[in-house]
């Protein structure tokens, strides 16, 4: 069982970083691959990057788009409301997995 939506909001993602020049965890494309190569997950391995995704410091959570950041943007609000999208996204196909 694949799951789509989590994949193409991981890539969304992945695509925002580059527009904006900010830097990602590595553990978002090696979480990618492995769901794009269709291998399974232990709930460890899921509790792991369960926590890296919305959990503390370095979470996707944590990410704020700002020129202070040395960030490529010339609209921070408009940014960070994409980034907000795009991270509602990422949790409500979450919860496709959690089940």
Known sequence: MGYPKLIR????????????????????????????????????????????LFGGMGSLNDLVISKFNRHEVADEKAANRELDSIRNQIKNAWKEIEK
């Open 9 to 52: 909001a991981l890539n969304e993602f992945l695509g925002f970083c580059v527009k904006y020049k900010c830097a990602y965890p590595a553990y978002v494309e090696t979480f990618l691959a492995k769901l794009q190569s269709g291998e399974s997950f232990s709930k460890e391995e899921l509790s792991n990057v369960s926590h890296y």
